[in-house]
């Protein structure tokens, strides 16, 4: 099960008006400057960036959304070493070799005299800012000052899965182009090119229905294998405010251990999923997924939308802290589902 990197991706599937808007837009000969790409995290929105990036790049020959990888300008690009393309997001710990949380305002300052450099090839140059919400504020100034003044023929192209943590004045000189979850057809479509296995069609259906239309999280599902651990999750929450105290602490091992951060990272995020859509159905009365049904209304009994609402962030607070200082992850899911437990009292 492998899926190409963004810069290596020659197809794109389930954002045919994404791409039909920038296609009209090029075409039309006034290719907006700075565009904001933006939608949950995996679904496409580097891979678009790096197609938008092919496109221009080549000149518009390499056609968006089915792009000839043996073109020279797209073998440069899928390699970043293009001259007139410069790519800023999140670096590498060279310690942990994991990925930093934010893009240090030094990396963020080697846009400007970038884009002010004269295109090698003679046509456009290309900036890609992935994952903008890592840009902390002295860094979103920096990118600010060339979004507001740009060079000709320079192109911006930023994405980001939480556009409301950027500067207004960013938001209002880039054309936003926003990309909505995949849908069945197309999920089971990319999960097949990645010779992606659920393990039957039940399963398949299963992965679709907690995977939010992203490719991306469906993969980190199946290769956690975490759907029989949120299985089981939901069976211990099921019988609210009752919690077997044995089974939180047997599940509560298998997650938190060292070696399964990303474990627990992939069943943290399915149960605030589970709790979005259960303040979404004690707003609406809709939108609960089957199985979650008798968790979501232990908790939604006798209690007031706000004080729902007010449990999803909370316990949210304490998987984000407990992954921003590294802090003990079966002591912080353990809090969380006491936290639940209360709530629910």
Request: neutral net charge; hydrophobic residues 45%; glycine residues 8%.
């Amino acid at each position: 099960m492998s899926y190409p990197s963004p810069s290596h991706n020659p197809v794109l599937i389930g954002h045919d008006e994404a791409l039909r808007q920038v296609q009209a837009v090029y075409d039309s000969g006034r290719m907006h400057h700075a565009w904001l790409v933006t939608g949950v995290e995996g679904i496409g929105k580097a891979t678009l960036a790096y197609h938008i990036a092919h496109y221009v790049l080549s000149g518009g020959v390499n056609k968006l959304g089915r792009l000839d990888m043996q073109h020279p300008a797209a073998r440069l690009v899928a390699e970043e070493a293009h001259p007139d393309l410069f790519v800023l997001r999140r670096p590498t710990d060279e310690k942990t070799g994991e990925l930093k949380n934010t893009i240090a305002v030094e990396d963020a300052r080697k846009l400007a005299p970038f884009m002010r450099l004269t295109a090698s090839h003679g046509g456009w140059r290309v900036a890609l800012i992935d994952e903008a919400q890592a840009l902390n504020r002295h860094s979103q100034n920096a990118i600010l000052k060339v979004i507001e003044e740009p060079p000709q023929r320079c192109l911006i192209v930023v994405t980001v899965t939480t556009p409301g943590v950027l500067l207004p004045t960013i938001r209002s000189r880039c054309r936003v182009l926003p990309l909505q979850p995949l849908d069945d057809a197309a999920m089971r479509t990319v999960l097949a090119r990645c010779g992606a296995e659920a393990g039957g069609e039940a399963e398949t259906d299963a992965l679709l229905r907690h995977s939010g239309g992203s490719v991306g999280f469906a993969l980190k599902v199946l290769q956690t294998e975490c759907l029989p651990l949120y299985r089981d999750l939901l069976a211990l929450l099921q019988n609210l405010p009752a919690l077997d105290m044995a089974r939180l602490h047997q599940l509560a091992d298998k997650v938190g251990r060292k070696a399964d951060a990303d474990s627990f990272a992939v069943l943290t995020q399915l149960l605030m999923a589970t709790l979005r859509r259960a303040v979404h159905a004690q707003a609406t009365g809709g939108g609960l997924l089957a199985e979650e049904a008798a968790f979501a209304g232990r908790l939604a009994q006798g209690r007031q939308l706000d004080r729902t609402l007010q449990l999803w962030d909370k316990v949210g607070q304490i998987f984000a802290m407990a992954d921003y200082a590294n802090l003990d992850r079966k002591l912080a899911f353990i809090n969380a589902i006491t936290e639940i437990r209360r709530a629910a009292a």
